[in-house]
């Protein structure tokens, strides 16, 4: 158990609709990031933030959006949703020393989205 | 850009055997290293990283990796491979300085024979 939760564990959905799907980071961990893992695109960075601010883009879709709250969980949202965006979402949190800095991130278990 | 390579989409091995999997990256600086392994269904667990220091590196289930500038490799390897070894593992570089987005290869799927 890496300490990082998401929900819910499954969704499926209708295309055209509007999900959320939520991460808890580890205590105390400061940073999240959002992952996409799909069968023809592997996995790919989507989002980090930092403390509330958004830090880092990766090939988000205009249609996607995150924010990171004061109490440092962070959700995800994915709208307009069409058939190619069915695949695990991955949360994982760090905590880096500073802004600039790397550390290890670890891995929620994931949310898999089903869009029919 | 950073970019990562397996080049080995699927392995097989017998229970017991040793085990290499392949990782070379792109990098300009140097590279964050890290190997995660997911089972079926699962989300990704760490296996070990390499940060700095010495190239060889321990990690948890009995897994190495060595760090081999010259060659742009970061390779996985064990002793001995176990039934629950069976797999997919994803080698993996971060960046520093405010970037720290993980770059993943595309994994090598790892089959364990009786």
């Known amino acids: 158990d890496s300490g990082v939760t998401q929900t819910p564990k499954h969704l499926i959905t209708a295309t055209g609709q509007r999900v959320t799907l939520r991460c808890s980071p580890r205590?105390?961990?400061?940073?999240v990031y959002w992952y996409q893992q799909s069968l023809d695109q592997g996995l790919q960075f989507l989002i980090q933030y930092y403390n509330g601010e958004e830090r880092a883009k990766g090939n988000i879709l205009e249609r996607f959006s995150a924010q990171q709250f004061p109490d440092l969980h962070s959700e995800l949202n994915l709208s307009s949703l069409e058939l190619g965006d069915s695949a695990l979402y991955f949360c994982a949190s760090s905590a880096p020393t500073s802004a600039t800095s790397t550390d290890t991130q670890y891995f929620g278990p994931g949310t898999r989205l089903t869009v029919l | 850009a950073q970019s990562v390579t397996q080049p080995d989409i699927h392995i097989t091995v017998s229970e017991g055997a040793s085990l290499e999997l392949r990782c070379n990256y792109s990098?300009?600086?140097?590279?964050?290293l890290f190997w995660y392994v997911q089972s079926p269904g699962q989300g990704l667990q760490l296996l070990l990283k390499?940060?700095?220091?010495?190239?060889l590196v321990q990690g948890i289930k009995g897994f190495e990796a060595e760090f081999k500038r010259s060659q742009s490799s970061f390779n996985l390897r064990k002793p001995s491979v176990h039934w629950s070894d069976a797999a997919e593992y994803f080698c993996a570089v971060g960046a520093i300085s405010g970037n720290e987005k993980l770059t993943f290869g595309t994994g090598t799927r790892l089959t364990i024979i009786p």
């Open positions: 205590s105390g961990d400061l940073s």
């Open positions: 990098y300009g600086a140097t590279p964050y």
């Open positions: 390499y940060f700095s220091g010495d190239t």
